[in-house]
């Protein structure tokens, strides 16, 4: 029976890489359905992405392309639907963008669960037949909260943490724990107007268009690896409730589009940036 796989590979680059990769496909009789490479001449790193269809063992790929580069970080990822977790607050908008999309087919995605820190949402997420769970901040520290909400987390087999307008920063701990796994929206064109009520930075400071940013989470606030962005002409009439409302529309369109690439291994982290195919 024919296998489809994603090939994802990441080495340094190196002459010839691309002939002798395509050699070991041709050899075992695979078709290549779509296949996007790139070099990144200020580190010297290659990346590359190819779909491929055929007969084989993905372990056997991969060890036959580890012959190539054996330092390499080679996945063959048979696509199915990988699992996440929601995290939300109040705002309805990203996490019901995201529920709709889910429950129309459109996010190659099982979601586990939703968690919040109020219980505004859960009638909102109980239509979907999501499990919801609230766990309040109220009278606890940070820490002692976060350790309430992994104990929780750590019950679910998942793969990617998606923070659909999560309005608490993490902890060290936190991020350490998912690392790499955590993907936040950001109501800003990031860098600019980091941290909190960006629209209101923006208006005082007159801009022209407002963002919206999807990124990996670190340590640093809002600095993570970007995954996605777009932005939306504003202008002078507008207050920065205006700016809020109007922005919640990229917000949402944003997280999506972030969340589709990451599920379709669409994404490569290289540093503090992003390589999308």
């Not at 190196?14 to 395509?22: E, F, N, P, R």
């Not at 208006?203 to 640093?220: C, L, N, S, W, Y």
Request: net charge negative; hydrophobic share 45%; charged share 30%.
């Amino acid at each position: 029976m024919e296998t489809r796989a994603r090939v994802l590979i990441d080495c340094d680059d190196a002459k010839g890489l691309v002939y002798k990769i395509s050699k070991v496909f041709f050899e075992k009789e695979l078709n290549i359905d779509s296949n996007r490479e790139f070099v990144d001449k200020e580190t010297g790193r290659f990346f590359m992405r190819t779909v491929v269809t055929g007969i084989f063992e993905p372990d056997e790929l991969s060890s036959e392309l580890k012959g190539i580069a054996p330092e390499a970080d080679i996945r063959v990822i048979v696509p199915k639907p990988k699992k996440i977790v929601l995290m939300a607050t109040k705002e309805s908008h990203a996490l019901g963008d995201i529920l709709i999309r889910h429950a129309d087919g459109e996010l190659d995605a099982k979601i586990e669960c939703v968690i919040a820190n109020h219980d505004t949402l859960e009638t909102l997420v109980r239509r979907f037949d999501i499990p919801f769970f609230c766990i309040p901040a109220d009278g606890m520290d940070r820490e002692e909260h976060e350790e309430k909400v992994m104990e929780l987390i750590d019950t679910f087999e998942f793969d990617f943490i998606v923070l659909a307008k999560y309005m608490r920063i993490l902890t060290s701990k936190f991020v350490k724990a998912y690392e790499k796994k955590i993907i936040n929206i950001h109501h800003s064109f990031l860098p600019a107007f980091i941290g909190a009520n960006p629209y209101k930075q923006a208006h005082e400071r007159g801009v022209k268009i407002i963002g919206a940013t999807a990124h990996f989470v670190t340590d640093d606030l809002d600095e993570g690896p970007i995954i996605a962005q777009d932005v939306i002409p504003v202008n002078h009439r507008m207050e920065w409730r205006d700016m809020q409302r109007a922005g919640r529309d990229v917000e949402k369109v944003v997280l999506s589009r972030a969340l589709s690439y990451v599920l379709n291994d669409r994404v490569f982290v290289h540093g503090n940036k992003t390589i999308v195919f």
